[in-house]
Structure formats: structure tokens, C-alpha cells
């Protein structure tokens, strides 16, 4: 099993920042697929950007060029660099791994392809 906690959410102001974690314990692996998604009040969960081991990103074009998603094989942690927040980029964000030979070049993946899922962190932009 393997446990993914979340950590940075928080209250921003448009045009802020904010800096996700995502900490991974437990039967881990070399060959993963990690991604975040979200979800806001009365939607649908969505992909926001996902990672492979290769390094390769995938990114949803409401946040490509804004949002950076990184991942430290080291230290097992997740990391997603939010910038020009805007009020639309407020959910919940929950950090998702696959632990198997995969890759998001053709596209982050649906949520049932993803293995363990974090609790998620609250992320509100707002005035």
C-alpha cells in the first residue's frame, strides 16, 4: 500500500501563488505515473497535470503555462507550483500515483487508472 498526503493548500488573492505537496510513504516504486487532479463545488474531478518517471508532463490547457508539476524521486514527493491563481483555479486537489509502466505523453489518464489518491487540500483563490 502506499499513503499520499497532501500539503500548501490555502486562501490566495488572484495573481498569487501557492506551492502543492503531495508526500508518498509506503511500497513506492522507480516506475510511476503521478498526477494531480481537482475538484470544485458541484464539478466533475479533472485532471489538472500529471508526471511520469521519464520526466515527462502533461499539462490541462486551462493551467499550461501557469502551473508547473515536479516530482523528487529522492525525497517521494509531489509538488505542483501554482502561479497566476485565478478565482476558477479554486477545489479541492488531490495528488493520485500509479505505481506501474506507464506514461503521459498521449494524455494524463483517467482517475480509475490512478492506484492510491490523497485526502486532497483546499485551494481558494478569491478577492
Known amino acids: 500500500q502506499v499513503r499520499l498526503v497532501e500539503s500548501g493548500g490555502g486562501s490566495v488573492q488572484p495573481g498569487g501563488s501557492l506551492r502543492l505537496s503531495c508526500a508518498a510513504s509506503g511500497h513506492t516504486a522507480s516506475t510511476f505515473c503521478l498526477a494531480w487532479f481537482r475538484q470544485a463545488p458541484g464539478k466533475e474531478r479533472e485532471g489538472v497535470a500529471a508526471?511520469?518517471?521519464?520526466?515527462?508532463?502533461n499539462y490541462a490547457y486551462s493551467v499550461k503555462g501557469r502551473f508547473t508539476i515536479s516530482q523528487d524521486s529522492a525525497e517521494n514527493t509531489l509538488s505542483l507550483q501554482m502561479n497566476s491563481l485565478k478565482p476558477e483555479d479554486t477545489a479541492m486537489y488531490y495528488c493520485?500515483?500509479?505505481?506501474?509502466?506507464?506514461?503521459?505523453?498521449?494524455?494524463?489518464?483517467?482517475?480509475?487508472?490512478?492506484?492510491?489518491w490523497g485526502q486532497g487540500t483546499q485551494v481558494t483563490v478569491s478577492a
Open positions: 493520485a500515483a500509479l505505481y506501474e509502466l506507464c506514461t503521459v505523453s498521449s494524455g494524463m489518464g483517467t482517475e480509475s487508472e490512478y492506484t492510491f
Open positions: 508526471i511520469d518517471s521519464d520526466g515527462k508532463t
